[in-house]
């Protein structure tokens, strides 16, 4: 009796096991290249009207281990669901002035390469939670690699060939200048495609498109699969100075900045900075690269020394006698070892303060082994933001 029990749950054992195999699709995975840094420009990518103006976001690189990729399509693409809106300087007409306009209409469009790099582009503006990549219908992609890229862009026009439609002109943008999101601009995407070639993506992307049926599975992008794994910007994405939006052109040269000091070594006698006296040792420079006439600027300054005790020190140059304390300066204000001092009021080019020492004790000098001192300095300079 327990032999055809046994028997018999090895045979329904074996039957689920192929019924889950027969119905598994391959695995398709995916690689996401956001485009970094964004610029925006006239007429990007496949879109050559010159009143269209936009950027390139990233690219999708999809393959199959069987090189079928059925019906895919984008999912969790609410955040695009709108139309997205940027503030920027605009005119309305050739000869007319820019004034600050703040509801330039734009969409993310996807850009598709069923035949490959190179074929006819299949074009898709991105609307609700879930979209097609081709289409709604049952549809095989051959292509392996299949590229997808992503674009925004002032227009929501399938023909890439087409005038912009959301209500501005590319040509009435200002170079130069930056464009900047009116609220939070930051997608994150995924990826998903049907198990077998007859499924169309209303069947395993119902509804809203927040979870996928049986009879789909979401794509393995970056090594991540499920909702919401694919960051369409990074990090270096913004270009805008205030790193909400993009920049239209080659982009500002931003500034830079870089410090030294007059004289790479200075002695000075340590009785010129007994107790209330200060001796100017040196003179530290601060040179603002690329800076906008008209503009201030302000750095971060840090100033640490050899030792690993809390005040500055100098030790002599011979044998292992004790240190001497001192206090230092830059300018008017007393530097606290290791901690950011703040100089303001930069201006472009070279910016120059004093660097001072001062509050050595006179008896601790007279306690000490004769002879000279010698210390060194280091500064590390940081942006206060």
Known sequence: MSYYKYRTFSVLLLMVFLSAFLAAGPTVTATYTA?????????P??????TV????????AITSPNNKIYTPAFVNTGEVAENIQLTGLYKNWEGGAYYTKTDLNFKVISVAYP?????????????????????????????NPFYVDLYLVNTNSLNPNSAATLNSNGQYYRLDTPYT??????????????DNPNTDVGTYAPGNGETITSAGSYVVTN???????TPILDSGSMTAPDGNGFYYGDGPTLPSFAFAFTHASVSFDLEEAYGGNRATINQA???VINGVAGTQYSQMLTFTDTSTATAFQLFPTEGSGQPIEYQLFLGADQITKGSPIHWQSLNPGMNTKDLKVGGIVESDVA????????GTITVTITNPN
């Open 181 to 194: 999101f009116t609220t939070s601009f930051n997608p994150i995407f995924s990826l998903a495609v049907a």
């Open 367 to 374: 306690a000490k082994v004769s002879g000279s001192y010698t």
């Open 45 to 50: 990518g496949v879109f050559t009207h010159p």
């Open 35 to 43: 485009q970094s840094p964004i610029y925006l420009e006239i007429s």
């Open 115 to 143: 035949s490959g790099l190179g074929g006819t582009p299949i074009l898709q503006t991105i609307y609700g939670g879930r979209w097609p990549v081709i289409s709604w219908n049952a549809v095989t992609i051959t292509a």
């Open 53 to 60: 103006i936009g950027a390139k976001l990233g690219r999708f």
């Open 223 to 229: 090594g991540l699969a499920g909702p919401n794994v």
């Open 285 to 287: 420079q601060l040179t």
